[in-house]
């Protein structure tokens, strides 16, 4: 496992999504809107990446001083089923141990809105982190933002690529915030506080 204790060292948040408008509203791209909001809150604008194939902002996180953690948000433009590339490029370019990397993912098998955060595990068929998992191996954090089932006989994939139902719409802007501030709390204080306060 790679862990690290250099309270220095930056971290990775990668919300996993897919580029273009098309895709913007749709379950499979939460990670994304969490992101989002992250980089709203620290006034900053995602850029291309030189080196990656992603979208990226740089800044810190937590109270100024000592508690102040630096964060690289990223955007993987490579499309979901191969996000461990962009990834993978980010974490060496910042010098990100694996165990600073955070992934901000939909998960069908949580209900809507409830968040669970872990440390390494499976992928659960979802293909951004088994792409993920491929290129780095798979102790990095998850922050699992649920999206439930798909209804009646829907295709898993249709379910995902449909943007949120209405009624979850009027939600949604509640629930992002929530996980956005669970990636912080991960972030400045550490997985067994962001569980305790965010694993609902």
């Known amino acids: 496992m790679d862990v ?7 971290w990775l948040v990668a919300g996993l999504g897919n580029p273009g408008p098309g895709y913007a509203g749709n379950r499979h791209n939460v990670g994304f809107m969490v992101v989002d909001l992250l980089a709203e809150r620290l006034g900053a604008r ?3 990446h030189g080196r ?10 937590g109270p100024a001083g000592p508690l102040s953690r630096r964060v690289v ?5 490579s499309y979901m089923n191969l996000s461990g590339g962009p990834v993978t490029a980010l974490r ?16 069908l098998d949580i209900d809507f ?9 499976g992928d659960n068929g979802h293909n951004g982190l088994k792409s993920m998992s491929k290129a780095m191996g798979a102790e ?25 139902a209405s009624v979850e719409r009027k939600e949604l802007d509640y629930f992002v915030d929530r996980a956005a501030d669970a990636v912080e709390c991960l972030v400045v204080e550490g997985l067994e506080r962001a569980q ?5």
């Open 52 to 61: 990656a194939q992603a979208q990226v902002v740089e800044g810190r996180v």
């Open 140 to 164: 990095y954090h998850r922050v699992r933002f649920g999206i439930g089932r798909p209804p009646g006989r829907m295709p898993v994939a249709d379910f995902v690529l449909k943007d949120f």
């Open 4 to 10: 690290t204790t250099d309270a220095a060292a930056p």
């Open 73 to 77: 948000l990223a955007k993987p433009m």
């Open 196 to 200: 305790g306060t965010y694993n609902s």
């Open 92 to 107: 060496d370019f910042y010098r990100v141990p694996t165990a600073h990397v955070v992934a901000v993912h939909d998960e």
């Open 113 to 121: 809105g409830v968040l669970r955060l872990k440390l390494g595990g």
């Open 46 to 48: 995602f850029k291309r």
